[in-house]
């Protein structure tokens, strides 16, 4: 189940059911976004949707994004470190 939830209201604004992990969870998310008429929102996914469709779909929607990275993605990870590391002060 793909969940939209609106942290300001405390409702859910949009569910979807998916067959399988493989790949399915993302297209439905994916598609809640384009379809759910937000703009200017913080979206939160977690690593599962840490990918360029996703974010895309979401810049493309108007909205703001925080996604949880892996090390399974290497170089974007190390990426996040290394800003992490080099400024002094949390973002």
Do not use: W
Request: charged fraction near 25%; aromatic fraction near 4%; glycine fraction near 8%.
């Amino acid at each position: 189940m793909v969940s939209l939830f609106s942290q300001e209201t405390g409702l859910v604004l949009a569910t979807e059911k998916f067959e399988s992990k493989t790949g399915s969870e993302q297209a439905v998310a994916q598609g809640i976004i384009e379809e759910c008429g937000l703009k200017g929102k913080l979206i939160t996914a977690d690593a599962l949707h840490c990918n360029v469709t996703t974010v895309r779909k979401i810049i493309e929607s108007e909205n703001d994004y925080l996604i949880a990275v892996k090390k399974n993605q290497i170089k974007l990870y190390n990426s996040g470190r290394k800003v992490g590391i080099q400024r002094k002060k949390p973002l």
